[in-house]
């Protein structure tokens, strides 16, 4: 069989009853979302708003890197007691900020809790700071919305059981309702948020881009993502595995410039893949729909029609 045929791939919890696979190759159902880069002005700032505010925590030690004369100063951003990193930040001294719809790139990157209740101490922690946060339903999850200090876009949010989702004529379901803020909160217990709990992961990646069709022809038919939402207006949503998305997309910016290298903006963002042979099918079929692939030592890189770099790296 050839590295770019498409696979049957049965997806747990009766996924295959909705979505849209990509004509010739899929992504593994065993894919996982790495981590995002980030551009900021001012990394003492944003360290201090990604620790207070978010509750991460810096690895390699307790602050930022040394400088280094090509990158400036970066540092990375975990979780207790887990490894790997889900933020970078990047520190370009004077970056511009982002306002909202500003630029084509990042809408927001989005941080995936294990449960409901961390949820709703998180939200009674943001309370207690007297941080506002955009509130929303979207039926297969709960949300939360936040900007940082830079203006770039953050969701925290919770899913709902699998066995909770709908979906109609192929399509899952979602929406953007009110979220029942009192019912969230109740669910949190009286138990204070300590910072991002073990579990957490970066649950999805969402992208200003300038045209849909571009869109699909990137990461759908090109990077292997099934389409799981498509009639939202002015919006793709895209998974694998049978999640209800690992990637949004939509014009809600359209006319605008790409971010650029004096903004504040997402650098990168990391899928990672069980193989290095799964690397390698995922640069073929990037490069069979017209993108340039920078092939790297465990690690393929390219750029959406936008600007947007996507790096597919292989697990370990």
Known sequence: MSDLAATSDPRPGGAEAYGIAPPVYRLPAAMRLGAVRLQVADLDRSLAWYRDVLGFEARDGAGPDRPNAEKGRSARLGVRGQGSALVELQERPGARAISPRGRLGLYHFAILLPDRPALGRFLRHLAARGVRAGMSDHFVSEALYLTDPDGLGIEVYADRPRDAWRHQDRQLQMGTDPLDAASLLRAGGKEAWSGMPPGTTL?????FVGDLADATRFYHEGLGLDQTVW???????????????????????????????DDARLLDWEIVLPSPGDVAAVAASLER????????????VARDPWGTAVRVVTAG
């Open 231 to 261: 009639s939202y207006p002015g919006a793709l949503f895209l998974s694998a595995g049978g999640y209800h998305h690992h990637l949004g997309t939509n014009t809600w910016a359209q006319g605008a410039a790409s971010a650029g290298p």
């Open 289 to 300: 729909v017209g993108a340039v692939v920078d092939r790297q030592a465990g690690a393929a």
């Open 203 to 207: 649950g999805h990646v969402h992208l």
